[in-house]
């Protein structure tokens, strides 16, 4: 079965300087992805970041990127210049039994420093 | 586009009551989805669907129902509310089965 793991409950940022959030995975499915995905305080979910494991370069997304490395099942997202916005719950989620159910990890909430 | 809509928003149920949350999304999509996210954590997946008439169970079905009778709509059914029930309820959509579009969500709580 599936497993993501988050091992970073809460962290913090400076303003305007980057920030790597953590995410491990177990799968035993040859083909998958892995997605990221933002909760602000208002609650509502919003994809940021999605890579495929065979995409051979790591995906980016403006200021987001993933630091995709198969080989320690670790699927990082950057965050680059930070931004008081950027405060908000992150999860990291993979699908489910090679299908399109998403299992999420627990998140990690980030707050950014003026 | 409204994209995913949910009502209601907010609902306090007694224990052994019972309601329907509503999910309507607009964009066509054949995969719906049904998320719980219960306080500090991440989401867990109730029910799933693929089109219409075509229903299947997540990680945590039981206390909940679903039907998926047109493509647009996808309402979960809450039997015999119990507090365990209490959470937030995301409804989701999605055109190929990756990428989710997530409604506002539905805060229920059980007492």
């Known amino acids: 079965a599936q497993k993501i793991t988050q091992t970073q409950p809460g962290m913090f940022v400076q303003e305007k300087e980057a920030v790597t959030l953590d995410c491990t995975y177990d799968?035993?499915?040859?083909?998958?992805?892995l997605f990221w995905y933002k909760q602000p305080s208002s609650g509502e979910m919003i994809f940021l970041i999605y890579q495929g494991s065979y995409d051979e370069q790591n995906a980016t997304e403006g200021r987001y990127s993933l630091n995709f490395q198969k080989a320690r099942k670790s699927a990082n997202l950057v965050i680059s210049a930070s931004q008081l916005g950027d405060s908000a719950m992150y999860f990291c989620a993979i699908p489910m039994d090679s299908s399109y159910k998403l299992i999420f990890g627990s998140g990690t909430r980030l707050l950014v420093r003026p | 586009n409204a994209g995913v809509t949910q009502t209601p928003k907010f609902r306090i149920l007694k224990i052994g009551q019972s309601m329907t949350l509503q999910c309507t999304q607009d964009?066509?999509?054949?995969?719906m989805y049904w998320y719980r996210q219960d306080p500090g954590m991440g989401l867990k997946l109730i029910y799933y669907?693929?089109?219409?008439?075509?229903?299947d169970k997540g990680e945590v079905p039981n206390g909940y129902n679903v039907s998926r009778s047109t493509t647009e709509d996808f309402p979960l059914r809450l039997e015999l509310a119990a507090p365990s029930q209490t959470s937030v309820y995301f409804c989701a959509s999605s055109p190929n089965g990756a990428v989710g579009y997530f409604g506002p969500g539905t805060r229920l709580t059980v007492l």
């Open positions: 669907s693929v089109g219409a008439g075509i229903t």
């Open positions: 964009m066509n999509h054949n995969y």
């Open positions: 799968t035993s499915d040859q083909s998958y992805g």
